[in-house]
Each structure stands twice: as C-alpha cells, then as structure tokens.
C-alpha cells in the first residue's frame, strides 16, 4: 500500500519543488544509481530482519564500527533481500566490506558536514608508493583507496526507524558522484541548491555511491533515527592489498 512520507522530502528544480519518493518511482534502480548517484528502495528489508537487528545492536550507543563481524548483519548482508538491489549494480560478484550503526537520537544528536566516502577498511598497512594517508578506526586499518575502487563500490543504508527531515535525514546532492574526489574547498564551493532529504520508512534502504556528497543537520525533533550502513565492492585492491571483510551471498561463498 502507498504510504505518504514521514516529511515530504522535496528539491528545487527551475522553481519546482518534486517530492523524493515520486521523482524515483519511475526509474529501473541501476539507471538511478547511475544518474543520480542513489536511489530509495522502499520495504526493502522485512520486519522479521529488522527486529533481528534490534536484538542484536545496542541502541544506546551513537555507533558501532565492525558490523560485519555480527553474524546477524553479516547474515542480511548476504541475503537476497539486499543482493537482488545491489547486483543489478555492481555484478553477481559483489561482497560486503564494511559495516557500521548510526543512531541520531535524542541523547546523542549531531551534525554531520557535507562529505564523500573515501576511505575503506583492510586487513593491515602495506609500504607502497603514493599509499594512503592511513588511519585506525575501532582497531582496524582503513585508507583511502584508488579512484577506480570507489567507482566500483555502492552502500546501502537500511533505515530501522522512520525518518524525516524533522529527524536529520541524510541530505544528498544529485549526481555529485560523478565529479571524482574533490578537496574540501572544492566540497565548501560546491553549489547546494539542489541538494535532496532523502526521507525514509522503518524497512526502506537507500542506495549510494560514496562519491556523492552527503550530510545531514542536526535533528529538530529527535527520536531514535537508527541506520545500519553496509559498504559493498566489486573489485580486489592493487598492490595485494586486502579487504578487511568480505561477505558474499548466502548462497555463495
């Protein structure tokens, strides 16, 4: 059944305001992805799956790092239910490689700056030219990686709890992905007119390349917006560099 949104999300486009979940409707996902760089996925993962990851995330905490390592999540990023959207983009033989847990809630409400997704987690620190710049997060190596890795990558954000834009919903700027990776001048400079809310239901999942410039404003109403975010890839890392985590279907390996 249709549902109206929990806030009309909407952008403005030559003095017209087009709410987010009627201008996607009509668009095959890959064609989205490709254009726009995201695409919302409505009911995407079931209640059943949902209440599974209540059970086994602590919603206290404002974030967890690792998810992958949960064989709840590692199980949902295997299942059908997320691979029949993310194949059609990156290939049958995509796999998760990463995963963390959001939760803007009334006790902890923040900001987060317009950004691009840059840097992935791997299984230790390798001594090559022109490698990094390397960190540690939550005890495991990430760096930012080639721009043709990047390319070949698609997160998709499941939403556990309805999402407004009362409530900080993620913020996009349409087709920003395809611009490369840009400076942080080039990311303060860049025109948000058309930037989107991409609003969402308990059970909806929002696909996005990490290339596309994103933020989200503190929360006006806060209640719980937990959001389990899963990074997939479609390619190995040069210079024998190596995943962190890779988790194919169920069916697979």
Not at 24 to 36: G, I, Y
Not at 161 to 189: F, K, M, W, Y
Request: aromatic share 6%; hydrophobic share 40%.
């Amino acid at each position: 059944m249709w549902r109206a949104a929990p806030t009309p999300a909407c952008r403005e486009l030559d003095g017209l305001c087009v709410t987010l979940r009627g201008c996607l409707s009509w668009m095959p996902t890959k064609d989205q992805v490709e254009r726009d760089g995201y695409a919302l996925i409505h009911d995407c993962v079931s209640e059943k799956s949902i209440h599974a990851l209540e059970q086994a995330l602590d919603s206290e905490q404002h974030g967890i790092r690792n998810l992958l390592s949960n064989p709840i999540v590692r199980e949902l990023a295997g299942s059908d239910q997320l691979r029949n959207h993310v194949v059609p983009v990156l290939g049958e033989g995509c796999f998760a490689v990463r995963g963390i847990f959001f939760n803007k809630s009334p006790k902890t409400n923040w900001k987060v700056s317009w950004h691009q997704d840059c840097v992935i987690a791997v299984r230790e620190k390798l001594d090559i030219e022109d490698g990094g710049p390397w960190s540690s997060k939550a005890g495991v190596i990430h760096v930012r990686p080639a721009f043709a890795v990047l390319q070949q990558m698609l997160s998709i954000r499941i939403h556990m709890d309805d999402c407004g834009e009362d409530n900080g919903a993620l913020r996009v700027i349409p087709g920003s992905h395809r611009d490369g990776i840009l400076s942080d001048n080039q990311i303060q400079n860049r025109s948000k007119n058309i930037a989107v809310a991409c609003t969402a239901f308990r059970g909806d999942a929002l696909l996005m390349r990490p290339l596309i410039l994103h933020s989200s404003s503190l929360a006006t109403n806060p209640s719980n917006r937990r959001v389990v975010h899963l990074e997939f890839a479609a390619t190995e890392l040069p210079h024998s560099a190596r995943w962190q985590d890779r988790v194919y279907g169920n069916t697979g390996r």
